[in-house]
């Protein structure tokens, strides 16, 4: 007993070392695919906004509310000519693209630059469904925090789409703990998704972009 007590601190390590090895991994296969800052980042006609909710706990989603900031100066500053809001529209009374759409018309984007996408319901369904549905075989950029564009960059690579990805303000661990911790079960899901070629629950008839 004394013994295992002695090994408990790295077995814990161990442990800890194989729960975020996903994490590790996806960060490292997508390094160099990932832009921070506005000025740098190259101007792409089409965008794809991942969806989430506007609140959460009752209370303003910052996870939100920096992905429509990031997308609205994006958007000023040139380097957005159209944008896919992928989210979860699975209930009737949930509908992630409707509320980011919202939210960003009232930001100054016009409707007309704005295509939504019903199916998002996971990472893994926004990025192939821009591939399969909205015919963005190469060259488009993807917007979240950058915990999530890496992990979508990682499946689109694992579905021969050609993407790069902005990200936008981190939240601080403490504000989004919840988020942070069930990412590191997204990162193990995301591996199994590349590996053994998960497709998306809904695929559907090709749709055109709306134009300005």
């Known amino acids: 007993m004394k013994k295992l007590l002695k090994k408990l601190p790295l077995i814990l390590l161990l442990g800890w070392l194989m729960l975020i090895l996903p994490w590790i991994f996806i960060s490292w296969k997508t390094s160099g695919l990932l832009y ?15 969806g989430t ?11 939100y509310a920096t992905r429509i900031e990031a997308t609205k100066l994006l958007y000023e500053k040139g380097k957005i000519h159209q944008i896919i809001v992928s989210g979860d ?17 009232k930001a100054g984007i016009p409707e007309s630059a ?13 990025v192939v469904r821009a591939k399969e549905v909205f015919s963005q075989t ?36 403490e504000l989004g703990m919840r988020t942070y911790i069930r990412e590191i079960g997204a990162r193990w899901l995301a591996i199994f ?18 134009r300005e």
Do not use: C, H
């Open 36 to 50: 921070r800052d506005v000025e740098t980042v190259p101007a792409e006609q089409v965008w794809l906004l991942l």
């Open 193 to 210: 998704d590349a590996y053994f070629w998960t497709e998306p629950v809904v695929l559907g008839k090709k749709v055109e972009l709306n």
């Open 114 to 126: 704005i295509t939504l996408d019903y199916a998002g319901f996971r990472t893994l369904d926004s």
């Open 89 to 105: 529209n699975s209930d009737p009374s949930y509908n992630e693209p409707e509320f980011m759409k919202n939210s960003l018309i």
């Open 138 to 173: 190469w060259g488009f950029m993807i917007i979240s925090q950058p915990f999530q564009v890496e992990r979508a960059l990682f499946l689109a690579e694992a579905n021969n789409i050609e993407a790069i990805g902005f990200g936008t303000a981190n939240i601080s661990f």
């Open 53 to 63: 909710s506007p609140s959460m706990d009752g209370k303003s989603n910052l996870f």
